[in-house]
């Protein structure tokens, strides 16, 4: 029906940059919001940040300032940058959609996630 392929992530030096990419495709009639959320070992998966397709945005507090998200509508893509890292980021990143698929839903799609690490 609706997959999610992320792209970006892997290892990066503290108080450095990564970009993190997802594309959604199959049968989409609408993507409502998009964004990522991540999990740490150990901890429950969070919220990073959200945007809606009227481009509002969401964001937790510990990346706000540091991360930006930004999405293309026409492209179904959304993607994630992030500065300043710090080893608390470190993460799986899933990509998030909701979507309507034909004229049902929307229902939430996952990406197969991505790993960020911020060594100490």
């Known amino acids: 029906q609706v997959q999610l392929v992320e792209s970006g992530g892997g290892l990066v030096q503290a108080g450095g940059s990564l970009r993190l990419s997802c594309t959604a495709s199959g049968r989409i009639f609408q993507i409502n919001a998009m964004g990522w959320y991540r999990q740490a070992p150990g901890n429950q998966r969070e919220l990073v940040a959200l945007?809606?397709?009227?481009?509002?945005?969401a964001y937790a507090d510990s990346v706000k300032g540091r991360f930006t998200i930004s999405r293309d509508n026409a492209k179904n893509t959304v993607d994630l940058q992030m500065n300043s890292l710090q080893p608390e980021d470190t993460a799986v990143y899933y990509c998030y959609g909701s979507v309507r698929v034909g004229t049902l839903g929307p229902y939430d799609y996952w990406g197969q996630g991505a790993q960020v690490a911020v060594p100490t």
């Open positions: 945007v809606t397709s009227d481009g509002s945005t």
